[in-house]
């Protein structure tokens, strides 16, 4: 059995939580390796995610030492809003310590994470029982979230958790290969993510 992966995750809330745990266990699991995943934040938006990541890689630098478990790995996940996905991914790792970049895999979907959610509508609807429409890319605050929730309402769910209860499902069943070409942010995601773990 090859070592375990010890992964630190800053995310901007539940929806990016729920589905990257699902989406590491899944590519976790397909490179024949198990990962700790600890959620270091993931509740209070863009700007709590960044600043607590910030302390947090000073934290680690100031007490190197006595940090019980380095981590091998380092996910950031935060929207791109309406910036384009190479500025919003620039910023972020504008921000990471010369010692992390090389153990630091950015997550920045394009232009929020509920997108990623419906990256393959084919299996969103097996998951869930309805095809979502999506139609052309969108910046507007909150549009993705309104449809991944319609989706799920209009399945007959209540509307409980606006579609992040069914990130597992999703996630194990969604068609990575379409999902990337369909969403680019995503593909950058998978691929170097992948690469990552495949190097520990």
């Given amino acids: 059995m090859s070592k375990r992966?010890?992964?630190d995750l800053f995310a901007e809330d539940r929806a990016h939580e729920?589905?990257?745990k699902?989406?590491?266990a899944r590519i976790v699991?397909?490179?024949?390796?198990?990962m700790e995943l600890r959620i270091r934040s993931a509740r209070g938006g863009h700007g709590r995610a960044i600043t607590e990541f910030s302390v947090y890689q000073k934290s680690v630098l100031k007490a190197e030492s006595s940090f019980i478990v380095r981590?091998?790995?380092i996910f950031v996940a935060i929207d791109?809003?309406?910036e384009s996905f190479n500025y919003a991914r620039r910023g972020i790792k504008a921000k990471i310590e010369s010692q992390f970049q090389d153990r630091t895999v950015v997550a920045c979907p394009d232009p929020h994470i509920e997108r990623w959610y419906l990256a393959d509508p084919e299996s969103f609807a097996r998951v869930v029982g309805v095809r979502p429409k999506i139609g052309r890319k969108k910046c507007e605050r909150g549009f993705y979230k309104a449809i991944l929730s319609k989706a799920v309402v209009d399945a007959g769910y209540p509307p409980t958790?606006?579609?992040?209860?069914?990130a597992r499902e999703i996630v194990e069943h969604m068609d990575l290969y379409h999902a990337g070409k369909t969403e680019n942010?995503?593909?950058?995601?998978l691929n170097d993510a992948i690469a990552q773990i495949k190097s520990i």
């Fill in 161 to 166: 958790l606006g579609g992040v209860e069914f």
């Fill in 185 to 189: 942010s995503l593909n950058h995601f």
């Fill in 5 to 7: 992966i010890v992964a």
């Fill in 71 to 73: 981590p091998d790995i």
């Fill in 80 to 82: 791109a809003n309406c």
């Fill in 18 to 20: 729920e589905f990257l």
């Fill in 29 to 34: 699991s397909q490179e024949g390796k198990s």
């Fill in 22 to 24: 699902a989406m590491l």
